[in-house]
């Protein structure tokens, strides 16, 4: 499978692409830092070096053509509202658009765990940008028409990979960035999960079982 990673240099693509081309997969990792290029290839990747917050659909089309699927693992990092909507939301919204005009039809996005339209997050509260976004990227993926999968982690940590966790949990804790990205590398070859939200924490459960409808 040719696998395109939107966030191809980030903490969890860091993870992702090794389980990804270990698994006989070809990745293309599309990263905004030419000076990453070098890292991403040592992970075994195909770095692509562009701007998806400057990319316009077509852009974005352009840079899918030939992949059986898409991830999306990118994000603003918080801080600026502005770049937040400009990344988190406007981008990975164009970026399902362009999935669907290329003919990607397998597309997983990260989110996070209370991600949706009743977040709750006040206004005032500095997450609020990046709550919101989410809960409208995740509603267009949903009404995309794609194969897609959200994944949704609880709080993440740098701790070692445990390859279990806990699925469907009904409050949140933590989670590895290497157990997520155990999760994405999981799910793109299990087709239970196309249509499904996956709500995890750490837990006791090998990832494979644990992710399986």
Same mark, same amino acid.
């Given at each position: ?7 191809? @240099?980030?903490?969890?693509?860091? &993870? ?8 006989? &997969?070809?990745? !293309?990792?599309?990263?905004?830092? $030419? ?10 990747? =195909? ?19 030939? &992949?059986?699927?898409?991830?999306? %693992? ?20 164009? =970026? ?14 990260? %989110? ?6 009743? @977040?709750?997050? $006040? ?9 919101? %976004? ?9 009404? =995309? ?7 949704? $982690? !609880? ?8 390859? &279990? ?26 087709? %239970? ?21």
């Amino acid at each position: 499978m040719r696998i395109a990673i939107i966030g191809g @240099h980030g903490k969890v693509a860091r &993870h992702l692409t090794p389980m990804l081309t270990a698994a006989g &997969h070809e990745v !293309s990792s599309i990263a905004r830092n $030419p000076d990453h290029a070098d890292e991403i290839r040592s992970w075994g990747a =195909s770095p692509v070096i562009t701007d998806i917050e400057q990319l316009d659909v077509t852009g974005l089309a352009n840079a899918f053509a030939g &992949h059986d699927a898409i991830i999306w %693992s990118a994000g603003a990092g918080g801080g600026d509202p502005k770049r937040t909507y400009a990344v988190d939301r406007d981008a990975a919204i164009r =970026s399902i658009e362009a999935a669907d005009r290329a003919g990607v039809r397998r597309y997983l996005m990260v %989110s996070y765990f209370g991600a949706g339209p009743d @977040h709750g997050v $006040p206004e005032d509260d500095d997450f609020f940008a990046y709550a919101e %976004s989410k809960a409208q990227a995740d509603e267009a993926l949903r009404a =995309s028409g794609l194969d897609w999968t959200i994944v949704q $982690p !609880s709080g993440l940590t740098d701790d070692p990979a445990t390859g &279990h966790i806990e699925a469907d949990a009904e409050e949140g804790a933590q989670v590895s960035r290497g157990d997520v990205a155990g999760v994405l590398a999981a799910a793109v070859e299990d087709a %239970s999960t196309i249509g499904r939200s996956i709500r995890f924490n750490t837990g006791e459960t090998p990832i494979a079982e644990a992710i399986r409808a």
